[in-house]
């Protein structure tokens, strides 16, 4: 461009010395001056046009950059989980006791079959007829009107005029000639192997919504049911083991199929405030201080105290963390969750209410030294039994609630380092438990309420209280090995909420009596790949139950002290001591 500028000065500059008589080259010059002109106007264009082009290029290069990061999965979803194999071994002491269950069974059988001739059968017959004074007709009938009778027993009143009623009386003490007396026994499990596979799930939906889910298969070696942890063909030894219900789904072994263990949508910042609501299949297991025997991260602002609650809820929760420079991390949330839908009430066959949980949950510290809580639950209108499929019972579901029941707890979990070579862990956790139990009983359990009556002996409802209380210590050495103890320990009316715990027997923190479990933790000290909280460890645990009462984790009927119990009619089998050796291969990525 420069170079064209010279040569059109010179031009000039020799056509004012060109001779009068070149004047006829002028013309030509000039045309040649315009034609340059031209091309250069062209050239400008041309270049600017370029210009604009790769400008364009560039912010279309840009926005495409922009909009694929936008789109990354890694910018908006956090895949993790976790795998882990499990070995126990299980040994316990029951006392001899009538199982209920098998007592009604021998009696319908023997009257059965004495109705329709068969002479095996006279001399128990004959027992039981002595004491109704009826032939077998008549009393196969009676049996018949009697359990369907016992069904229709709603309220305490009705239950106490049900067994003051002389020929119901009979039918009692005639039932008893047909008792399953089980004698002490000691059960074990040498060898149970479990598999449980987590798949966890975090999404960014939008400005200040995300998206958290976890979806878990737990199952036995060589099992595909929901009776992995069951006394196959006797009663069972806990509630809580039972059979699989809405809130250990995922929590106790079943079945390989994935399960929604947590799904739930959080809207944070709302107002501009560090506010935050959450609704769904919320984090209301595993919460403090089971972290630390679990060696996983503590629960942050998600999840419950585990002494009072361990049981996955459907609800949803609005929390407030404030910013008091006397207060590091403080917190507070009201929680609202339903453990039992009823489904269309005041029908002519059902009367049943929901069961909720609300709950009020304060933090006035959470930092790495120092984690204080305090929670308060109620949950109302409690049922008496969940549905569950497949049991001892066959199929069972509520039928009635049996009133409130109120929990207060109070803990404190923190780390100290340089403790020697390595730092050490702690916490201790308080609860109490009060009942509030309405006049309902439970006609499927021998007219029993909460925490009142035994097996046709009903109880005027009272409320009771209970304690509990749980210790523990780790202590994590440089070598990536931790080793921990803990205690537990529940009163005679000691009630928690806490069915999805990992303990294979019962629950721990619900036992009515002491629990005292050793562990050792190795971790393998490899580098994490998939995320910075990889890991992978072997764990190493035993676990020694002693109950005092019976009851541990069910607040159907009045507990009983254990060394009373000597072939009392009940209907879960009543375990004195326990152990449970314990071993895990697990990876987390």
């Not at 270049?47 to 400008?55: C, I, L, P, T």
């Not at 929604?260 to 609704?279: C, E, G, P």
């Not at 919460?287 to 419950?304: D, F, Q, S, Y």
């Amino acid at each position: 461009m420069r170079n064209l500028h010279k040569k059109l000065i010179a031009a000039v500059v020799a056509g004012i010395f060109v001779p009068m008589g070149a004047q006829a080259d002028e013309v030509d010059l000039l045309k040649r001056i315009e034609s340059l002109s031209r091309e250069l106007e062209q050239l400008r264009s041309q270049v600017q046009a370029n210009a604009e082009k790769q400008n364009k290029a560039a912010d279309e290069l840009k926005e495409q950059v922009k909009t694929t990061a936008e789109r990354s999965t890694g910018r908006w979803l956090t895949i993790g989980g976790d795998y882990q194999f499990r070995v126990d071994s299980l040994r316990g002491e029951t006392r001899p006791f009538t199982d209920v269950g098998a007592t009604f069974n021998n009696a319908q059988q023997a009257l059965q079959a004495d109705f329709f001739g068969n002479p095996s059968t006279a001399a128990g017959s004959s027992a039981y007829f002595g004491a109704m004074g009826m032939s077998s007709a008549g009393a196969l009938s009676a049996l018949m009107q009697f359990s369907q009778a016992m069904g229709g027993v709603k309220d305490y009143g009705q239950a106490m005029a049900f067994v003051s009623n002389p020929m119901n009386a009979g039918l009692i003490r005639g039932i008893g000639g047909f008792a399953a007396s089980v004698p002490a026994y000691k059960p074990k499990n040498d060898l149970l192997y479990t598999n449980r596979f987590g798949i966890d799930l975090h999404a960014k939906a939008t400005q200040d919504v995300s998206m958290t889910a976890r979806l878990v298969a737990y199952k036995a070696f060589g099992s595909q049911d929901e009776g992995a942890l069951t006394n196959s063909g006797a009663a069972p030894y806990f509630a809580d083991r039972a059979g699989i219900f809405d809130g250990t789904l995922g929590r106790v072994p079943s079945s390989s199929f994935l399960n929604v263990d947590r799904a739930y949508a959080t809207w944070s910042n709302i107002a501009d405030k560090d506010i935050w609501f959450s609704v769904g299949r919320r984090p209301s297991t595993q919460g403090a201080p089971t972290n630390m025997k679990l060696n996983t991260a503590r629960p942050g602002t998600g999840g419950t105290p585990a002494l009072l609650v361990d049981y996955a809820f459907d609800g949803m929760t609005l929390g407030y963390a404030p910013d008091i420079d006397a207060l590091p991390g403080a917190y507070g949330k009201v929680c609202y969750g339903r453990g039992f839908e009823s489904g269309y009430r005041s029908t002519p066959t059902n009367s049943l209410k929901d069961t909720d949980m609300f709950g009020i949950s304060i933090v006035p510290i959470d930092t790495d030294p120092l984690r204080v809580w305090l929670q308060w639950n109620r949950g109302m209108n409690i049922f008496d039994v969940p549905a569950m499929k497949g049991t001892y019972f066959g199929n069972v579901a509520p039928k009635t609630n049996l009133g409130d029941i109120d929990w207060l707890g109070f803990g404190v979990m923190g780390t100290r380092k340089n403790v020697g070579p390595g730092t050490l862990n702690y916490f201790a956790d308080v609860g109490v438990s009060r009942t509030r139990p309405n006049q309902n009983v439970s006609a499927q359990f021998g007219f029993q309420g909460l925490m009142t009556g035994s097996f046709f002996g009903p109880e005027a409802p009272t409320g009771k209280t209970g304690t509990g209380i749980l210790l523990g210590l780790r202590y994590d050495l440089p070598s990536n090995t931790k080793l921990g103890l803990e205690y537990n320990h529940g009163s005679k009316n000691w009630i928690t909420f806490a069915p999805a715990a990992n303990d294979m027997w019962t629950s721990k923190v619900g036992t009515r009596g002491n629990v005292v479990e050793a562990y050792l933790i190795q971790e393998l000290n490899y580098k994490p790949i998939s995320s910075p909280t990889s890991k992978t460890f072997f764990r190493l645990g035993v676990q020694y139950y002693d109950f005092q009462y019976s009851g541990s984790n069910n607040w159907v009927g009045a507990p009983v002290r254990l060394s009373d119990v000597k072939g009392n009619m009940m209907t879960l089998t009543p375990l004195t001591r326990a152990v449970n050796l314990y071993a895990t291969a697990e990876v987390k990525f």
